[in-house]
């Protein structure tokens, strides 16, 4: 499994942006499809946004459409979620993941192989 760092979240006030970063921890051959999700307290992991491996196909949740922008990076395995419009229901921890394969729903966590360590967003109104 590739090893997911992710880096960026803080303390934000609603309205407000961040930017969260993700990165291998070493280098890869191969660049993957790769994707945000988030965990608020006492809730399960949803689903953010999610990017092709090229680049080209980009998804988001409804919740954040038009407000969350995910990229990739130059170098391989690197992606971005920049978030503007910040709301207090954004709180959660972020994770970054790679999807190694095809199988599965690029909305479903258990389609991803490798996960990030987590990073805190949190939003105050």
């Known amino acids: 499994q590739v090893q997911l760092v992710e880096s960026g979240g803080g303390l934000v006030e609603a309205g407000g942006s961040l930017r969260l970063s993700c990165a291998a921890s070493e280098r890869t051959y191969n660049n993957y499809a790769m994707g945000w999700f988030r965990q608020a307290p006492g809730k399960e992991r949803e689903f953010v946004a999610a990017?092709?491996?090229?680049?080209?196909?980009?998804y988001y949740a409804d919740s954040v459409r038009g407000r969350f922008t995910i990229s990739r990076g130059d170098a391989r395995n690197t992606v971005f979620l920049q978030m503007n419009w910040l709301e207090p229901a954004d709180t959660a921890v972020y994770y970054c993941?790679?999807?190694?394969?095809?199988?599965?729903?690029?909305?479903?966590?258990?389609?991803?192989?490798?996960w990030g360590q987590g990073t805190q967003v949190t939003v105050y109104s």
């Open positions: 990017i092709s491996t090229h680049g080209v196909g980009k």
């Open positions: 993941a790679l999807r190694a394969g095809d199988g599965g729903s690029v909305y479903d966590f258990r389609a991803y192989d490798s």
